[in-house]
């Protein structure tokens, strides 16, 4: 296989191809999410890898904080943010899940939107979420169900593996020790929150034409088009010829898939006011 010279390592570059690729059905998902945390009213809040600001924009429309800091390690991610939402209870900075730059105890509610996906060590992050809430403080996180449920990116490698097997390797949904809804619970458990509640949502995923799927991949933003941005044309090609024959359009062109995120949320020690 002929690899190009982009490179797979700069696949988290571009804030624009993110939203055009993942943030917009982000958005979505963090919506309902944030409903479903249910957090009362005048909290501070920590946006854990806020990206390009889905989920601090719903906690500033729906659960009236009193401040939200979002981290994010991706520099163009927090630019945008910060460009975005000019909200005075909003402020963003660089930083990681397992190293947000807070004081101890700073927070009264750490949100995660899709970061625990992408963690080699999930259980430090936890930890670190520990420290930074205050006592009595809630946590909630969301994860993408990449291994059954989030029908995008299962067509997608499923293409590329019947053109290139070596992609298997990158498929998150297929590696060893993905993080699914019975580890995050575990994982949550372990890291001594109470009060541990889980849950699914799932959104429509609802493309105008093959061109409104396949074009966010050629933008080298996310895992998928990081990988496909290591190829050269005509492999790249063919993973889209693949990907087109195993779609079904609507009458109209449209075509309709579904996408399912794991939800968790739970309590740091100390007086709970999460509902469960």
Same mark, same amino acid.
């Given at each position: 296989m002929t690899r190009s010279a982009s490179g797979y390592d700069q696949k988290w570059a571009s804030s624009d191809a993110y939203e055009r690729y993942n943030g917009r059905w982000s958005r979505l998902v963090a919506d309902l999410f944030v409903v479903w945390l249910d957090v009362p009213a005048g909290r501070r809040w920590l946006d854990v890898g806020c990206g390009t600001g889905a989920l601090t924009d719903a906690i500033l429309k729906r659960c009236e904080p009193s401040a939200v800091i979002g981290v994010?390690? $991706?520099?163009?991610f927090i630019e945008r943010a910060a460009a975005t939402l000019t909200d005075p209870r909003a402020s963003f900075r660089l930083g990681?899940?397992?190293?947000t730059g807070l004081t101890d105890a700073a927070v009264d509610v750490v949100g995660a939107g899709f970061v625990l996906n992408f963690l080699s060590d999930v259980g430090a992050a936890l930890t670190e979420w520990r420290r930074?809430?205050?006592?009595?403080?809630a946590v909630g996180a969301c994860?993408?169900?990449y291994a059954r449920g989030m029908a995008l990116i299962r067509l997608f490698w499923d293409a590329a593996v019947a053109v290139d097997p070596a992609a298997a390797a990158l498929d998150q949904g297929g590696q060893a020790g993905t993080i699914d809804d019975g580890r995050l619970e575990a994982a949550v458990r372990e890291a001594g929150f109470v009060a541990v509640e889980t849950g699914a949502i799932?959104?429509?995923? $609802?493309?105008?034409?093959f061109d409104d799927l396949w074009l966010p991949f050629l933008g080298g933003t996310g895992g998928a088009p990081g990988y496909l941005a290591t190829l050269d044309d005509v492999h790249r090609d063919a993973?889209?010829?693949q990907l087109h024959r195993s779609v079904t359009a609507e009458l109209d062109g449209s075509i309709h898939l579904e996408a399912r995120a794991w939800t968790v949320r739970a309590g740091q020690p100390g007086e709970f006011d999460l509902p469960g």
């Open positions: 994010d390690p $991706v520099e163009p990681s899940a397992v190293e930074v809430l205050a006592p009595g403080g994860i993408w169900d799932t959104i429509p995923m $609802v493309f105008s034409d993973i889209r010829e």
